[in-house]
């Protein structure tokens, strides 16, 4: 396991980091499902301890994932090592009726880092994330203000920002104009790369970067066919239509796995490659549920050629528009 600088801080990070979504288990709040569905407590447990056996030191949860349940297995597997850095998030939560809210008040954003920090049986969470706040919870300041308070307290070492899917650069613009918060998590992938930009202005300034969603919900790794089918638990079951996988294979296959033989490695270590040949990130966090996604995802890593690593950044012009276009319409 190679290891990065979380920007100007004073966390070192695997390159290749723990997404804890899906341990989280299935969820359901209002009607909508939040969750990868169902998991098994005792093959996450063995998944985390497989992972810190591989060098993987950074976990990253929230404490919507699950409502808790995801940070709740972290804390049992690793309570308070100092070896392990564990980033969550904040802001998301069940509303009085029922359904899915966000809450970026001072005060509830306080109180649900006391929770979380109970869950993880930890001291001090090393990195605490809004969970996609937007730019008017930022102007607001309340959130901001929080996060400064418990940074101040001892509560949480670094915080930054989980930024949205589809339009990243409002809420990274308003944090770095103001030099406020230390880190970003975004969505980059081989399909998805519109928050280039803002990775690099970021990087430039100092800020840690995350790369959530490397596989893009595991299309990428080019084992989901057309006849796959999810649990309706699972939010991949509105997410990936059967059209969708079916031109996304049709670019792998023609466009990108001959460069993975090239490599003599597979289509989800190149996708993961790709990412860490960006030197702006700190870590890349693909979606860990056993040990066997450890082992795959920590695996047959490559340093790309520049040549080939601009060839794929090309393909995001040429060829994956098609594909984001119909993602974003899935939201």
């Excluded at 595991?218 to 079916?246: A, M, N, V, W």
Aim: hydrophobic letters at 35%; aromatic letters at 8%; glycine letters at 10%.
């Amino acid at each position: 396991m190679n290891y990065r600088k979380f920007g100007n801080t004073d966390l070192t990070v695997s390159e290749i980091g723990f997404g804890a979504w899906a341990i989280g288990g299935t969820a359901n709040v209002g009607g909508v499902e939040i969750g990868w569905g169902p998991s098994d407590d005792e093959v996450s447990v063995q998944a985390l301890n497989a992972a810190l056996d591989a060098g993987i030191n950074f976990y990253d949860t929230a404490d919507f994932y699950g409502l808790g349940h995801s940070e709740k297995l972290i804390g049992e597997v690793f309570g308070n090592r100092k070896d392990v850095l564990i980033a969550t998030k904040v802001g998301q939560k069940v509303g009085t009726d029922g359904k899915p809210t966000v809450d970026y008040s001072k005060e509830y954003l306080i109180e649900a880092c006391e929770n979380s920090l109970r869950r993880l049986k930890r001291d001090v969470i090393d990195y605490y994330q809004l969970h996609v706040a937007r730019v008017q919870h930022l102007e607001d300041g309340a959130c901001i203000e929080a996060m400064e308070t418990l940074k101040e307290q001892g509560k949480i070492r670094y915080w930054g920002s989980s930024l949205i899917t589809f339009s990243p650069s409002p809420e990274a613009e308003f944090l770095m104009q103001k030099h406020q918060g230390n880190g970003f998590q975004l969505v980059l992938n081989l399909i998805n790369q519109l928050a280039v930009p803002e990775m690099e202005n970021a990087g430039s300034q100092g800020y840690g970067i995350i790369a959530r969603m490397p596989l893009q919900f595991g299309l990428l790794s080019g084992k989901i066919t057309p006849e796959s089918t999810f649990s309706q638990d699972d939010h991949r079951s509105y997410r990936l239509t059967p059209e969708l996988i079916r031109n996304t294979l049709e670019i792998l296959n023609s466009k990108v796995l001959p460069m993975a033989k090239a490599y003599e490695t597979s289509l989800s270590a190149l996708a993961l490659s790709f990412i860490l040949g960006f030197k702006e990130i700190s870590t890349v966090i693909p979606g860990i549920r056993t040990p066997r996604h450890v082992e795959l995802n920590t695996q047959g890593l490559v340093q790309l050629s520049k040549a080939d690593h601009q060839y794929l950044r090309e393909l995001y012009q040429s060829d994956w528009q098609q594909i984001m276009q119909a993602m974003q319409a899935k939201g």
